[in-house]
């Protein structure tokens, strides 16, 4: 696992630096497609419900969800993902020194993992904030499960508009094995833009 501390030293930089952390090539190609295809196969299996929407507006989002722990059947790969950052989200004490985020950071706890599904023909989620009433997640992080992605073709970015840079956004294509993290909080309000291919996503929130 030597090879998740080097992560966990830019993942504490980039969150410190920018509040955003992209990490490719995270679980390496087998693992990567080992996912995909139990992600895949747990949606055709009809695991996945559909996203309560919040509010009456029913078009906020069109996802659908389901949550792991890593223990089912077909998830051993997806544990050993919820291992891998679990790892990383615990090691931030070690690299904290000289960054702000480790002295108000002291991570307490998790949520399952939660595998999303946008099923294309424009599947969505509109402009929000993951936490943006002190729920407790401080740290989102999302990985990406979808091959030969081309987000001019199909859609489906993250887009994040930081607070800290107020005229800039970030966009990111959830390309396969793409790893990323984010303050869940007002600092980053975020969208998943309209999807016209299904796109699969991991997110596991930590809590401080
Ligand atoms: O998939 C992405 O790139 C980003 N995804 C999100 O921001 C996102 N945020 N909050 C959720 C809450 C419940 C179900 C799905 C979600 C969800 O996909
Ligand atoms: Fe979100």
């Not at 830019?10 to 920018?18: M, P, T």
């Not at 059947?73 to 544990?79: E, F, Y």
């Not at 946008?118 to 989620?125: D, F, K, T, V, W």
């Not at 699969?200 to 809590?207: G, K, L, N, S, V």
Request: charged share 25%; glycine share 8%.
């Amino acid at each position: 696992m030597e090879w998740l501390i080097d992560i966990c030293q830019c993942v504490v930089r980039d969150l410190d630096k920018y509040g955003i952390c992209v990490v490719d090539n995270f679980m390496g190609k087998e693992r990567a497609e080992s996912i995909h295809r139990s992600v895949v196969s747990m949606y055709h299996s009809g695991v996945f419900v559909e996203g309560e929407t919040v509010g009456l507006k029913s078009n906020v989002r069109s996802d659908k969800i389901t949550w792991v722990d890593g223990s089912e059947n077909n998830c051993v790969h997806i544990a050993f993902l919820i291992a891998a950052v679990d790892t990383i989200i615990m090691n931030f004490m070690r690299f904290k020194k000289g960054a702000q985020l480790g002295s108000q950071l002291n991570i307490g706890g998790r949520t399952k993992a939660m595998i999303s599904c946008y099923p294309g023909n424009g599947s969505h989620y509109v402009k929000h904030v993951d936490n943006p009433n002190q729920d407790g997640r401080c740290i989102t992080t999302t990985y990406y499960v979808n091959k030969d992605w081309d987000a001019k073709e199909t859609g489906g970015l993250l887009r994040i508009f930081p607070q800290t840079w107020s005229n800039k956004v970030v966009d990111i294509e959830p390309i396969l094995d793409r790893m990323v993290f984010f303050w869940s909080d007002r600092r980053n309000p975020h969208e998943v833009q309209p999807s016209f291919r299904t796109r699969y996503a991991i997110t596991i929130w930590y809590f401080d």
